[in-house]
């Protein structure tokens, strides 16, 4: 019999990605626009609104609020600046000091599955770096809430979303899973008493 699941979210939840990340995503934004520093304080805000999100939901939102139509290929130069100016700043993401006591509780019981808003090969690649990917049976980027729906299709049994995002609140709620919200190394470390 399989075991029930646990999804993990991972920036924000895992690892304190927020500031930097948000720093990567102005970046990367105001590049690809052609924007000047007057929008830096517009295009932060929609990150922090839309966090959580797939970069590319989150990309469209701030165009939308800019009044700018985006082509194919803005939306893949974004990317890759995103993942770029992101991977620069890994080192100043630190991994919540309770994640690895957390996942190996949590792992003794649960089948934990890790996904986010970024790119597999991204999340998969940054989870190895940090020796955190040895935890998952399974490791999923681009579309939380596709995730969700593969491990339904599958017939598995998912008893709770980790994340730390209205966003992924909202994912959790639309598929009808149990949603535990992170703010801090403190809640994340709470956790287990929460499932076991």
């Known amino acids: 019999m399989e075991r029930p699941v646990v999804v993990f979210d991972y920036d924000g939840t895992l690892v304190d990605t927020f500031a930097a990340k948000q720093v990567a995503y102005a970046r990367a934004v105001m590049e690809t626009l052609a924007l000047d520093e007057a929008y830096r304080a517009l295009v932060e805000a929609s990150y922090a609104r839309t966090s959580g999100a797939h970069r590319l939901t989150q990309l469209a939102e701030t165009a939308a609020e800019l009044g700018v139509t985006l082509t194919e290929e803005q939306r893949e130069e974004f990317s890759r600046r995103f993942s770029a100016y992101s991977a620069e700043l890994a080192d100043t993401m630190p991994e919540f000091p309770s994640a690895r006591r957390v996942l190996q509780a949590l792992g003794a019981r649960y089948d934990l599955v890790l996904t986010s808003g970024m790119p597999r090969d991204v999340l998969l690649g940054d989870a190895r770096r940090r020796g955190l990917a040895a935890y998952f049976v399974r490791v999923e980027g681009g579309d939380k ?11 598995r049994r998912v008893v709770l979303m980790v994340g730390d995002t209205p966003h992924d609140a909202s994912v959790a709620d639309s598929r009808e899973v149990p949603f535990y919200r992170v703010t801090s190394d403190a809640d994340l470390a709470r956790l287990p008493e929460v499932l076991l």
């Not at 809430?145 to 017939?155: K, V």
Request: proline residues 0%; glycine residues 18%; neutral net charge.
């Open 145 to 155: 809430g596709a995730t969700l729906d593969r491990l339904r299709a599958e017939g």
